[in-house]
């Protein structure tokens, strides 16, 4: 496994513009995660994908972010019209079909910081 | 519905002392139950699951858990911290039917006086 692998690890925008943030999960997993970590804060869950579909999304999730797994493999979270309160770490995980509670991986993150 | 309370958001411990970091998890059907660590700046890792197979967990790094129903706890411990201990740790849980995300705890900030 190479892990889970997110990009940029950093961004910095201003107020208003749109971001997009990229994960690529293990390989051979179909389950794929968005969460958001707040300073002091563990991560609260955004929404999750089995393959290519979209299964749940959270009511954390606005009108403003969108996220996509096209192919069922990479996935992109993209926030529009960004606001201050959209700074955050924005962590994508992975794992396989649930069996018997199987290990969500997570990965490095994306911080987000909107000034 | 699944929640979960992490008693005490920082925890103090001397170098070579026991480590005991508290959770309480709330979840109507049997959890799964996870113990996750995290570095400044980075991802989580995890440390040990819970996945309905024997109560007492062991982990990486010489920690272990242990799953209480009576309780509804699944505190972490670990005989002698070391320095390389320090950092956030976050309880999770998620139900071992229906409901497939995992649920965190607000965390514990472990820290090591050396």
């Known amino acids: 496994d190479t892990g889970v692998s997110q990009n940029p690890r950093h961004k910095i925008t201003k107020r208003g513009q749109n971001v997009t943030f990229r994960c690529d999960p293990i390989?051979?997993?179909?389950?794929l995660y968005w969460y958001r970590q707040t300073l002091g804060q563990g991560p609260e869950f955004l929404t999750y994908?089995?393959?290519?579909?979209?299964?749940?999304k959270s009511r954390l999730l606005s009108d403003r972010f969108s996220a996509e797994r096209p192919k069922g493999s990479f996935s992109t979270l993209e926030i529009q019209r960004t606001e201050q309160g959209d700074s955050a770490m924005y962590l994508c995980?992975?794992?396989?079909?649930?069996?018997?509670?199987?290990?969500?991986?997570f990965g490095e993150g994306s911080w987000l910081t909107v000034v | 519905a699944q929640s979960v309370t992490q008693l005490g958001s920082h925890v103090s411990v001397s170098e070579g002392a026991l480590v005991l970091l508290r959770c309480n998890y709330s979840?109507?059907?049997?959890?799964?139950l996870f113990w996750y660590v995290q570095y400044p700046n980075q991802g989580l890792q995890l440390l040990l699951k819970?996945?309905?197979?024997?109560?007492l967990v062991k982990g990486i790094n010489g920690f272990e858990a242990e799953f209480k129903k009576s309780e509804t706890s699944f505190h972490l411990t670990k005989p002698s911290a070391h320095m390389s201990d320090a950092a956030e740790y976050f309880c999770?849980?998620?139900?071992?039917?229906?409901?497939?995300?995992?649920?965190f705890g607000t965390g514990t900030r472990l820290t090591i006086i050396p």
């Open positions: 995980a992975s794992s396989r079909d649930r069996t018997s509670g199987n290990t969500i991986y």
């Open positions: 390989s051979e997993h179909n389950r």
């Open positions: 994908f089995q393959n290519e579909a979209q299964l749940e």
């Open positions: 979840s109507s059907v049997p959890p799964y």
């Open positions: 819970y996945t309905s197979a024997a109560t």
């Open positions: 999770a849980v998620i139900s071992s039917i229906g409901n497939e995300k995992l649920t």
